[in-house]
């Protein structure tokens, strides 16, 4: 917390004087330290949320409004944004498509989060988050966007979680610019997350709904595409949902030779599977080394020649610690797993954790 | 004390191996019921004790502000030093230690976290982490006994050097957080032998002599100039919150591993050590001490110790939680479990130091048994 922000040399203005003098009194923190404690959303601090209203959408998934930091610098309807929140106490942090339309004059944003099972992280989300929470913000990211102006005919392809994206395009009015068609998959008709507002902009005729409820009729099927969009492959598509149906979707366009009207966005594109023992990249290093369930990390990287950061060697002095950008470790003293996802970070004690499925090491 | 293989009635001589293991065992237990509960009331916890902190040291420097008003200069001087003694104890030496590393939180963590003091956080983490964790109370590996310029181990050898530790000790409670910097840099070793001038020793100095400026420039150049016509008065202030930062530190620091009961070990007797048998030296080695909870948060909870020994990774409150259990197994194993309020503990440790500036035979001591007992060298320790 001693590195000072850096900031241009060729003028001193009067505020850079006052923070370097705010600087000198409050050593070793930083001015932002103490500002953070009465002002965390304040201009120049590091890009945070608010948490404002907490509104279910179905039994599974609730839209979350946030009033985002002055840092905020907008986003593109369809883009996502990746959101720290501390669950148990531990900060996680996932990405969340932006299902508001850009420009409210409050300058508020929303995510829509659908719980899903086992998911520590969306559960508490949608289930347990109370309004006045500070989360942690990334600016919006992604291209999984409308051009502009909005191509004549538009086909959106999704299922589950999914709509997110789409619901904030649609918001943002792409469906009074083009003819757009809107084909929804989800377990039955009250799981349909925006099921209600999907319903009304079809029956004001400005969208075409099709939904696929799964759990009678079956999983949708590309090849029934044909009958029920006959169209489909003419139209700019813009799809997103599981892995499976993703996969599916790019092998028919591909295989129709229009691969360049599809567009698609995959949450979660790396699935951490834990295992025992796994191949360890270093990424820096340029590293890459199969390590077993039982050996430490620092271990196997010393005994491939990298240069590990090590200390006591039984996990008490912290001295070893790096950042796993993304995989699975084991923790040799209890079993406990650790994952990460890419972009993650989290810090491990290469001295007591053991591989457990492929992992990126920044060192 | 004496190296625990001298004694005449050896402290552990009726541990076998296996109850050593099994000692161990039941530790790891204890730890992993903590890690199972570990989460928000910790992360919420220090939370507001850094809050609190921050407050409270902000306050007492714009009441300083106008410290020529003599109630203004108690009242900021009280805050600033029990400001000071939260940042070093409760929030910056666990923090250090990697007690809040779960939370994630980059702010909250120790390989960002740095510290009201003059060692840099780097290289006390060093000194302090890895090897006076590590090798706790093994005489010629630890430097905390006797920081390297005092004899406090019968079995230290004694240089006439020694007859002014009392002194020495003295002068390093008072300026205790220099006394941690030439500590963390192993001035001393350094300089006899002849490495101050290598680029490694040369960076590390240079690094706390950058922690030194900030810290002087702070409480004795820019807070003192901002309080105006309370210029001396504030810089009087700032001393003395300093100081009496710098005297509660090093005597609860004094308390941990000096008062009677405390063992200590030979540099033979941790090779091939097992985990139950450093976990057991972890239990002899130090010292709690007994009082109420305001106490236990001003000593950053270091009242305990033993638990934090044992557990140096644990979110500090959790020590008080565990220690009926772990002082549970004191007993059952029956080992001593040395504890006992500050002024007692203080004084202990302080007897000690003046005990031991004289030679051995100077002062009445029992007979040497330079016998290392049979379970000892059954167990390895």
Redesign the interface.
Known sequence: ??TTVPRPAAKTSVRDRLLR?AE??T???LPE??LD?VAPLRAGAALRGRIVAVDPETRDAATLTIQPGRAWRGHRPGQYVRLGI?V?????WRAYSVTSAPGRPDGRISVTVKAIPDGRVSNHLVHRTRVGTIVQLDQALGDFVLPDPVPARVLFLTAGSGITPVMGMLRSGAATRADVVVVHSAPTPDDVVFGAQLRALAAQGDIRLVERHTDRHGLLGVDELADLVPDHLDRQTWACGPVGMLDAVQEHWAAAGVADRLHTERFRPTVIAPGEGGTVTFTRAGLTLAADGGTPILDAGEAAGALMPS??R??????C?LPLRQGAVRDL??G?LTTALPGDG??I?TCVSAAAGTCDIDL | MTVIQHKPVNPIAHLSAEDIEILGKEL?AI??RV?AE???????YIRKVI?TQ??LE?SS?AVLLFSLFPPAWVVGTAGLAVAKILENMEIGHNIL??QY?????P?I????????HVSPAEQW??SH??LH??YTNVLGKDNDLGYGIMRVDEDQKWYPLHLGQPLWNFVNACFFEYGIAAYDLELGRNLRKGRHKTPEFRARLRGVGR?IR??V??DYV??PL?SGPSFLSTLAATFTANLIRNVWSHSVIMCGHFPNGVETFSKTSIEGET?GE?YLRQMLGSANISGSRLMHIMTGNLSFQIEHHLF??LPSKRYQEIAPQVRALFDRYGLSYTTGPLPKQVASAWWKVIRLSLPNRAVARPGTDERPSRALAASGV
Not at chain 1, 314 to 319: A, E, R
Request: net charge positive; glycine share 8%.
């Open positions: 917390m001693t003098l000198t009194v050593t070793p923190l330290d103490y404690l501390d148990d106490g531990v900060r996680q200390g006591c039984m996990g008490i002095c912290y001295g610690v003293r209890d406990t989290v810090l004690q | 790891d730890r992993d890690l570990r989460g928000e009331s910790d992360a919420a809050k921050r407050t902000m420097r230690h990697g590393d779960f939370m994630r939180d702010k963590h120790s390989t960002t976290w740095e510290w009201d983490k060093h982490n890895q964790h590590t922690k900030r810290q420039l702070k820019i807070h901002l985990r450093w140096p990774d």
